[in-house]
C-alpha cells in the first residue's frame, strides 16, 4: 500500500531515499525502549527484505533532521484523517462495550 500523495511527497524529499517499511522499522528501533520488532510478511522476499533491514539501525541513529520529517509525516496524517479521528478512549470503551465491529467507525486514523 502507498502512502497518500502528500506524505510520500515529505519522504521523497528526505535526503536518504528509503522504503516505507524502512522507514517504519527505523522509526520503531530509534525507540530505547523497544528491544524487539515483529515483522507480518507474506512472502519470502519480504522476509529477505526485513532481515537485512534488521541488520543496520539501532536505537538512537536517526538524525535530527529524520526525526523531524517523522513529525512532518505524523502532522500530515493527522491533517488528512481528521475527519476520522477518534480517542483512544473511545475505542477502548467500544471495544469494551462488548461489540467493536458494531460500535466502531468505519475508518480509523
Not at 32 to 54: K, N, R, W
Not at 79 to 96: D, Q, V, W
Request: glycine share 4%; with cysteine; net charge neutral.
Amino acid at each position: 500500500m502507498n502512502p497518500p500523495r502528500h506524505v510520500q511527497e515529505l519522504w521523497d524529499s528526505a535526503k536518504v531515499q528509503r522504503k516505507c517499511v524502512d522507514w517504519a522499522f527505523r522509526w520503531l528501533w530509534n525507540q530505547p525502549e523497544v528491544s524487539v520488532v515483529l515483522s507480518g510478511m507474506s512472502s519470502m522476499e519480504q522476509a529477505i527484505e526485513d532481515v537485512a533491514l534488521a541488520g543496520s539501525p539501532r536505537a538512537g541513529e536517526l538524525v535530527p533532521g529524520e526525526i523531524s520529517l517523522y513529525d512532518k509525516v505524523r502532522t500530515e496524517y493527522a491533517r488528512l484523517c481528521c475527519t476520522f479521528r477518534i480517542t483512544t478512549s473511545e475505542r477502548f470503551a467500544a471495544n469494551s462495550a462488548g461489540s467493536a465491529t458494531a460500535n466502531a467507525p468505519k475508518a480509523f486514523p
